[in-house]
């Protein structure tokens, strides 16, 4: 057997090499809900899909109006931006969202 095949099949290389998604998401609030138990409620329904809300801040716009910065890392699946984007367009309290940026980390 080769020093290949043998580190192929080590048990310290298995378990999951999947890489991060970083991704940073800008949520205009609407001003319903406070933004902590918006961000609650987005730890508990991300964390199902391995999504965590690494940090976020509040940033007033004007008008009594505010946006939540959000940043996010999760598994770098195809379709994981399609969820977190489907969550947030469930969310009471968010009127509105777009992607800023995403990378691998």
């Known amino acids: 057997m080769t020093m290949y095949a043998q580190l192929a099949d080590s048990e310290d290389l298995k378990g ?3 890489g991060k998604l970083g991704l940073v998401f800008r949520a205009i609030l609407d001003g319903e809900r406070k933004p902590s138990d918006i961000v ?3 730890k508990k329904r991300l ?3 391995g999504v965590e ?3 976020y801040r ?3 716009i004007g008008f009594g ?4 910065e959000l940043f996010l890392v999760g598994p770098d699946k195809e379709e994981i931006s399609d969820k977190v ?3 947030l367009g469930e969310v009471k309290g968010i009127s509105s ?3 800023d940026r995403i990378s691998r980390v």
Not at 65 to 68: E, G, M, P, Y
């Open 16 to 18: 999951d090499f999947m």
């Open 40 to 42: 609650e409620e987005l």
């Open 47 to 49: 964390g199902e899909f």
């Open 53 to 55: 809300v690494a940090d």
């Open 58 to 60: 509040e940033e007033p």
């Open 65 to 68: 109006v505010s946006q939540l």
């Open 85 to 87: 984007e489907q969550i």
């Open 97 to 99: 969202f777009e992607l």
